[in-house]
């Protein structure tokens, strides 16, 4: 079986859950909320408000609801086999545990993906309805926001592969969930600590908050550095995956 095949099954596998209607719900509260308690500032005159409303969105969505809404579809990945030993059937099949294993972290990032597309489509739309209300002008930044989504995609990488390894590790949900929400919650105060580059949780929140601190501080950039975070957030993705690789039914096999 080769490993296109082998992804086209698991994706189907999860597809049957309810993983497409969650990966609406963070980008919709967050989005709406983030706009409308912007709305009532705007004026016809207001500049930068594409970027505003952006960053006002963005910022509690990238420290925890994208986090959060991530280690759901991590566990209701992992439980699509926990259940009823269906692990066990997968593994008495000809197929490699690796590429299983590779196979349903594909499925995640592909998740992942499409939860940025779908913030980027119910912002634009958000967006395009408070400019019009208001009488806003200012062109849609489509380059713009289409940076930041990358940035936040990518970003999100190291996280996800430390999510998906502890719950490869932790095959009781609760627990997996439960650690992994000990570890998102103070993202925010790692991110404003020279270590934050060692705390994958926070990645994609400081990318964030380097552009809120860009936007109020005019002509005053800090910017987001790739060194040394590329480095730090290449080896942490590539720990964690390995890990989970190779730990993945490991227990069932003895």
Request: aromatic share 14%.
């Amino acid at each position: 079986m080769s490993f296109l095949e082998l992804l086209k099954i698991e994706f189907m596998k999860v597809k049957r859950g309810k993983m497409i209607p969650l990966i609406f719900i963070a980008p919709l509260l967050v989005v709406a909320s983030g706009v409308a308690s912007l709305q009532n500032y705007f004026s016809p005159e207001y500049t930068n408000a594409w970027a505003a409303m952006f960053i006002q969105s963005a910022l509690v969505y990238a420290y925890y609801l994208l986090p959060f809404s991530m280690i759901v579809v991590c566990v209701m990945i992992a439980g699509r086999e926990t259940g009823n030993n269906g692990i066990l059937k997968m593994l008495a099949l000809p197929v490699s545990r690796d590429a299983l294993s590779a196979a349903k972290f594909c499925v995640l990032l592909i998740y992942l993906f499409m939860e940025m597309a779908v913030f980027l489509v119910v912002f634009v739309i958000t967006g395009l309805i408070a400019a019009g209300s208001t009488g806003i002008t200012e062109a849609l930044p489509i380059m713009y926001l289409l940076k930041w989504c990358a940035g936040l995609f990518f970003t999100m990488l190291p996280g996800v592969a430390t999510m998906w390894v502890i719950t490869v590790l932790f095959e009781k949900p609760l627990l997996s969930v439960g650690l992994n929400l000990l570890l998102v919650i103070p993202g925010v105060l790692a991110a404003n600590t020279p270590l934050w580059v060692a705390y994958p949780y926070c990645y994609s929140g400081y990318l964030v908050s380097c552009a809120l601190h860009d936007f109020t501080e005019k002509g005053v950039s800090i910017g987001f550095n790739l060194f040394p975070f590329l480095p730090c957030a290449i080896l942490v993705f590539v720990l964690a995956l390995t890990v989970a690789i190779k730990q993945f039914g490991i227990k069932e096999m003895k």
